[in-house]
């Protein structure tokens, strides 16, 4: 592990990456608008607060969790950057409870893979793990209502079916059976961190791709794994993902060439 841990020299820009720390700062002391997001987020799940649900005004959570505005304010904003909560601006305001979406701990991921200098390659090669082992745990998922209900929508062909002209309409699109997939793995921990890496590489396309060219050949795939998945056949579920990803990587590669070349860009 040495080596990896070493700083290495990025060849394509000559630039030198940051290397990645050991752990040491796992027990790092909180600051006070970290501490106080904490009690905000005990108090969501606590009282089961759902998305859209409005919190306390800011003056009832100063009198609530003891802090200063300024550290009310900051911790607010840590959790807004995550999505957990929104804040609506302006008279009548206020934070409300937002979204667990693996979209931002990917956002968040990608600046943490820039930085390390980690490459668009080392990014798919985690993407095709991730995604494979997800849809062999969802095809092996033991509960065959709940993996016929899911997929049955994709099998009649009613949810992506349509080509969109408007790419972030397409990308949710895509997304949403990789989200449906995840879900059937049956374990919110791979469902969350794993579907980071394919959200990271979903926002960079939305960004400079164009997917859409192979819109049907994606959408045909679905329609099989939906139905390898629905039928309970992991092995089967997971080399057809690994032909899936593959399809969307060469068209990638074709597209978008020396830009994969470099380190994952922070976008
Ligand atoms: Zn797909």
Known sequence: ??????????????????????????????????VV????????????????????????????????????????????????????????????VGTVDSANLGRMEALYLHLAGATYDELFEAWVFAETTLAGM???????????????PYIDGHVDDVVHDDLDVYMSGHEGFHGTVAALANNRVFQVTFRSYGQIVAHHLA???DVTLIHQELVDDHLKLARVIS?????????????????????????????LDGDVEWI
């Open 37 to 96: 997001a904490r009690a905000v987020v005990r108090t969501i799940r606590s009282e089961g607060l759902q998305t859209g649900t409005s919190l306390p005004s800011e003056a009832e959570m100063l009198r609530h969790y003891g802090v200063s505005r300024e550290s009310l304010r900051e911790g607010l904003r840590l959790l807004e950057v995550q999505g957990m909560i929104s804040i609506r601006r302006g008279p009548g305001g206020g934070p409300i």
């Open 138 to 152: 969802a095809a092996a998922n033991p509960d065959d209502e709940a993996r016929k209900a899911a997929m049955a």
């Open 231 to 259: 039928k309970g056949d992991a092995g089967k579920a997971s080399a057809l993902m690994n032909q899936h990803l593959t399809r969307v990587l060469a068209l990638n590669r074709a597209q978008l060439g020396s830009l």
């Open 1 to 34: 592990m040495t080596e990896a841990n070493a700083t290495t020299e990025d060849a394509t820009a000559g630039h030198t990456a940051i290397s990645i720390a050991g752990g040491g700062s796992v027990l790092r002391p909180l600051k006070a608008a970290e």
């Open 207 to 209: 960004m400079i791709g």
